[in-house]
């Protein structure tokens, strides 16, 4: 199933990239035996009979092939390293953005935009946002990672500044505005927040009400591995994206609507044929009103994880902590030893000063009503706790905060 539809004239040189991109593949002596007898494929369509490649499949090529740069200088970023172990990717030095800029252009050269996605330890999205920006020709402030007791100052420099734009990570912008809310500063400047690494946080919405009404959210879909696949605009639903032209989307039906990616620009450097993220989606129409097709993301199919032989819902847990009135946020931590879970714990975020969640109430109904806690650890229920923090977990390299934290206990 495609996120789109080609006449043959148009779908020509993308399909040259995508035989282009098999035949690589097909050098790597590990993945070779994969592909054969389809590079004779005669429509993009035909690429869904491939099979998918996943995250340690494209490290492997990656290991095994050297990028086309002869052409320009080329980026080496982290690919991956949020949840696992980080590897190395390619990207032009452009990030593939003026594509990007032709159909999706939140700026303009009237803006004041804070890139405020961190720019640290090889990270790509700081740099992305940048090309981006200097396309539109705006005014950057270039900001960075910002620490805790720093926001104050900051927020009202921005201020000062009228800032009209910010993007950044919706874990990193809920903490800006969370913030300003909380002090009650306001940027009534400020009218684009532009965000990619997660999905948005409804928690978001409350805030930019009270501390900047006139913003709106324009979202780009992606991964380090895929670059940019689609965007949204403030008319569209915020898990709602229009897949750039470049980008080819298919819904794996026999997969739980796994969503793939094949990366059909001319300058990818990545070997990205059917990349599989994790995520699951299906084809829509965006009531936004834009004719081309869409796709709904609708969540990561993989966080269920093992505690004592017994499958736990991350996603599903942390919802439910996430409906408590006095609980802005939640995160589950994982601890582990030898491989054995033993412990679980739910750290949880209040909703705003003043908010106290009754959190010994919430850990009896969180364990009474998941059957995996309450038989997994019925001879031990202390092993599993709801513990109220200022701050969660966070990857100090990319500012994004997964929803599981795995701790090896020593």
């Known amino acids: 199933m495609t996120a789109f539809s080609l006449t043959p004239e148009a779908a020509a040189p993308r399909l040259r990239v995508a035989r282009r991109t098999l035949e690589r593949l097909r050098s790597v002596p590990a993945l070779a035996g994969r592909y054969p007898g389809h590079l004779d494929a005669g429509s993009l369509e035909r690429l869904a009979e491939l099979p998918p490649l996943a995250k340690d499949d494209l490290n492997t090529a990656l290991a095994h092939l050297e990028p086309a740069a002869e052409r320009s200088a080329t980026w080496l970023f982290q690919s ?66 910002v620490a805790r007791e720093e926001y104050g100052a900051w927020l009202e420099f921005l201020a000062a500044r009228r800032v009209t734009a910010i993007g950044g990570t919706p874990s990193v912008l809920r903490l800006w505005f969370a913030h300003a809310r909380a002090t009650g500063l306001e940027l009534p400047s400020l009218r684009k927040v532009l965000w990619l690494g997660e999905a948005w946080q409804p928690q978001l919405d409350a805030d930019l009400a009270a501390v900047a009404p006139l913003a709106r959210r324009w979202g780009m879909f992606g991964s380090t591995e895929t670059w940019v696949v689609g965007t949204n605009t403030p008319h569209c639903p915020a898990d709602v994206f229009h897949p750039l032209p470049e980008q080819l989307v298919h819904v794996d039906a026999d997969a739980g609507g796994l969503l793939d990616f094949t990366a059909l620009d001319p300058e990818v450097l990545n070997p990205v044929l059917r990349y599989r993220t994790g995520d699951a989606g299906e084809l829509t129409t965006c009531p936004c009103g834009r004719p081309e097709p869409a796709m709904r993301v609708l969540g990561r199919r993989d966080s269920v994880v093992q505690v004592r032989g017994l499958g736990l819902d991350v996603d599903e847990l942390i919802a439910r902590a996430e409906r408590e009135p006095a ?84």
């Not at 031990?380 to 934290?405: H, I, Q, Y």
């Open 327 to 410: 609980v802005a946020r939640a995160q589950v931590v994982l601890t582990e030893q030898g491989g054995r879970a033993t412990g679980v714990e739910v750290l949880v975020l209040a909703a705003g000063q003043g908010a106290a969640p009754d959190v010994e109430r919430l850990r009896k109904e969180l364990f009474g009503d998941t059957s995996t806690l309450s038989t997994a650890f019925q001879h031990d229920p202390g092993s599993f706790r709801v513990r109220p923090v200022d701050e969660l977990v966070s990857n100090g390299r990319t500012g994004k905060t997964a929803a599981l934290v795995v701790r090896e206990q020593s």
């Open 80 to 145: 991956g390293g949020s949840t696992g172990a980080p590897k190395v990717g390619y990207a032009p030095t452009g990030f593939y953005m003026a594509g990007v800029h032709a159909h999706w252009q939140p700026l303009d050269r009237t803006d004041v935009f804070v890139n405020a996605w961190g720019a640290g330890r090889m990270w790509g999205a700081h740099f992305l946002a940048a090309a981006l920006a200097d396309l539109s020709g705006c005014r950057i402030i270039a900001l960075g990672s």
